[in-house]
T-cell receptor, first 119, second 114 residues
Framework: GAVVSQHPSRVICKSGTSVKIECRSLDFQATTMFWYRQFPKQSLMLMATSNEGSKATYEQGVEKDKFLINHASLTLSTLTVTSAHPEDSSFYIC???????????????FGEGSRLTVL | AQSVSQHNHHVILSEAASLELGCNYSYGGTVNLFWYVQYPGQHLQLLLKYFSGDPLVKGIKGFEAEFIKSKFSFNLRKPSVQWSDTAEYFCAVNAGTNAGKSTFGDGTTLTVKP
């Protein structure tokens, strides 16, 4: 099946620094990728939709200058948490839609997630 | 806007018991429906999906789900659970547009006791 790789799986940083998380589709092309936050024992909170070659679409309440998303190629999207603070500590997950989803089912393939801890 | 409601937050079963996890959605148009599973320490993966055809869909590991349009429901079932089914289960709905944005339920934690 389609594989999505997310890196790093864990990152610890100091308050005020920026952290970049990568999401790669390994064996398929993904024109659309999604970024989520997952809080303990809660569902996935969609942060933004990342489209290759265009600006990301952010959900209401998500600061676009805080969470920079770049989708430079059909297999890579990056999320940069800028000037991170302890409240940004969370589990960040990406997912991708296969470009070849011709039936338009919207099936998603998920990365392993990245645990961010801001000290 | 679409929304998804999962009725059970935490379900505890003994092995061989039958399972049914409820999922209701609100959206007036055509939908694609999914169940995703997250095993401990692993990433989310697709369990099964409905997008057209037979409303009773079968997925991996003996799971099935039935789409009942009149009830806006897509309940997940398994006749006999195993300890290895212990996981977090998420129901999701997608409006089938090109944007492909899925809405997820809050998830149900299933614990199967050996």
């Amino acid at each position: 099946g389609a594989v999505v790789s997310q890196h790093p799986s864990r990152v610890i940083c100091k308050s005020g620094t920026s952290v970049k998380i990568e999401c790669r589709s390994l064996d398929f092309q993904a024109t659309t990728m999604f970024w989520y936050r997952q809080f303990p024992k809660q569902s996935l909170m969609l942060m933004a939709t990342s489209n290759e070659g265009s600006k990301a679409t952010y959900e209401q309440g998500v600061e676009k200058d805080k969470f920079l998303i770049n989708h430079a190629s059909l297999t890579l999207s990056t999320l940069t948490v800028t000037s991170a603070h302890p409240e940004d500590s969370s589990f960040y997950i990406c997912s991708a839609r296969d470009f070849a989803d011709h039936l338009n089912t919207g099936e998603l393939f998920f990365g392993e997630g990245s645990r961010l801890t801001v000290l | 806007a679409q929304s998804v409601s999962q009725h059970n937050h935490h379900v505890i079963l003994s092995e061989a018991a039958s399972l049914e996890l409820g999922c209701n959605y609100s959206y007036g148009g055509t939908v694609n429906l999914f169940w995703y599973v997250q095993y401990p320490g692993q990433h989310l993966q697709l369990l099964l999906k409905y997008f057209s055809g037979d409303p009773l869909v079968k997925g991996i590991k003996g799971f099935e789900a039935e789409f009942i349009k009149s009830k806006f429901s897509f309940n997940l079932r398994k006749p006999s659970v195993q300890w290895s089914d212990t996981a977090e289960y998420f129901c999701a709905v997608n409006a089938g547009t090109n944007a492909g944005k899925s809405t997820f339920g809050d998830g149900t934690t299933l614990t199967v006791k050996p």
